[in-house]
């Protein structure tokens, strides 16, 4: 398997620019998971699904963030507007239930850069 | 509420053995986790013990649990240069082992 599939792996854009960032989770994981990790705040989760439906999303910082899960091979996470407090490395990680461990497999990130 | 705490900074001499530390609040937690991140990659699991035991060994990896400090600590034997990276300590919630509460990482800088 490829492993959870980030793009793009780099985003420049300007304040008040939409931005969408997309995760392919490995095949059969029931579980996804979208992080977001800064130097002063560490690793925060922001929200995860479970078979495409959104458990919770309590770390989603506002209204300005958005996630979705159309089908069990896609994930967004979009950002409308951006802001410069934004940048950050954003991960996303899938997992299986099925195999009865907890594991999750992270993708590469994608380190986003807010002007 | 929960919090996972980890010193930020450790280096080592090749060779010598590495002890990366953790404590968490936690006490109803499952699964206690070490992660490790080379630079520019995402996590990767590095191992993990359930909360009802008090050590295990992994190849050159030993983790020891003392749940009644809530304190983990990993111990790489031998380290390389290669095991230059940030490690992350990380606990379930309790009643959802699918939602963890992470560290803040310790960057661990192995010198030749």
């Not at chain 2, 013990?49 to 990896?61: E, G, P």
Request: hydrophobic share 30%; aromatic share 12%; charged share 20%.
């Amino acid at each position: 398997d490829a492993g959870v599939i980030q793009s793009p792996r780099h985003e420049v854009t300007e304040m008040g620019q939409e931005v969408t960032l997309r995760c392919k989770p490995i095949s059969g994981h029931d579980y996804l998971f979208w992080y977001r990790q800064t130097m002063m705040r560490g690793l925060e989760l922001l929200i995860y699904f479970n078979n495409n439906v959104p458990i919770d999303d309590s770390g989603m910082p506002e209204d300005r963030f958005s996630a979705k899960m159309p089908n069990a091979s896609f994930s967004t996470l979009k950002i409308q507007p951006s802001e410069p407090r934004d940048s950050a490395v954003y991960f996303c990680a899938s997992s299986s239930h099925r195999t009865g461990d907890y594991e999750q497999y992270f993708g590469p990130g994608t380190r986003l850069t807010v002007t | 509420g929960e919090d996972v705490e980890q010193s930020l900074f450790l280096s080592v001499r090749e060779g010598d053995s590495s002890v990366i530390n953790c404590t968490y609040t936690d006490s109803s937690s499952t699964y206690l986790y070490w992660y490790k991140q080379e630079p520019g990659a995402g996590l990767q699991l590095l191992t993990y013990i359930f909360s009802n035991m008090d050590m295990k060994q992994d190849q050159r990896l030993t983790v020891l649990l003392n749940k009644k400090d809530k304190h983990l600590s990993l111990r790489i034997a031998d380290t390389q240069t290669g095991d230059s990276a940030i490690y992350f300590c990380a606990e379930s919630y309790a009643g959802n082992n699918r939602k963890l509460i992470w560290g803040l990482g310790t960057s661990l800088a192995v010198n030749p």
